[in-house]
């Protein structure tokens, strides 16, 4: 696989689609060293047995190159631009940047898929513009069909197992936001608490009460804290001063899902890192560091937004 782009064009993001671990070698490791040639900072995210590949294959050239295991890293999805992408990006301001970044693995889950394809959609406004490279490969050996068929909307070009390139004749990124922003209907048996301004702490202790019965312990117990606080203040300030809080646990996870009446209209909200000196701004991306998953839901009825933690 070869690459002509120059460190004056913009946001360039494939998808590299294999089938077999010497494709995705083979087609990483290219893609890595033609970073090389280049003299740009190079950043691998994938699943951990994806990175030791890369490793191998890359050998001494490995050296320098800032590796992390994407499931770790961006097991929430909503965190990967402004933590893993954007991380990378910022601390590298003088020119082009390459990343692999592999955010959807066949061990991923139908729960958080969603999530997931919205990511992938998300990175093309994230990036407009910049003079970053990331390219996001797809077992399609593993895979489903959908998630395929997703990959090829949400990425600009193509590249197969052997290294053809070409353009996708389906790219659409907004459409698949819109079509993943899908209504959540919490659990029959949640513990439901409404409030206004004068309830957040009470929200708040009702959330560690109920996470504290269904097995939270530790230091999880702060981040529920941390996350319904940030949530229920937004309610109050953004969302028309009034929320529903709801709390149950399904599939070895804590859920806890807040409602209100505001709407988000930035696509891009809490996976935007603050601005220097900016105040305020930042509670949705504080849930996103926090949370092993976040839905969320917009429209003209008001906003959900979901945050998952492991038992």
Known sequence: ???????????????????????????????LRGGLTRGEPLAVAVPGPNLELIKEGLGG????VLFLDMAEAGRNPGRIIPKVLRGFADAHPGGRVRIIGEPIWAGRSAVEYPACVQHEALINAAFEGRA???LCPYDEARLDAQVIADARITH???????GDESVSDTYDWPAVVDRYNQPLAPAPDAAVFPYGAEDLPAARQFALTHATRLGLTGERLMDVELAVAELTTNSVVHGGGRGALAVWAEQGQLV???R???????????????????LGGRGLMLVHYVADLVRLHTGDDGTTVR????L
């Open 132 to 134: 970053v490279t990331i």
């Open 1 to 31: 696989m070869t690459s002509t782009v120059t460190t004056h064009e913009a946001f360039v993001h494939p998808a590299l689609f294999y089938r077999t671990e010497q494709e995705y070698t083979r087609q990483t490791v290219s893609f």
């Open 61 to 64: 050239d490995a050296e320098g």
């Open 256 to 258: 806890c899902e807040v």
């Open 156 to 162: 600009p070009t193509l590249i197969s197992g052997d």
């Open 260 to 278: 209100d009446a505001g709407r988000l209209t930035d696509p891009l909200a809490g996976r935007r890192p603050p601005r220097h000196g900016q």
């Open 307 to 310: 945050f998952y933690l492991g």
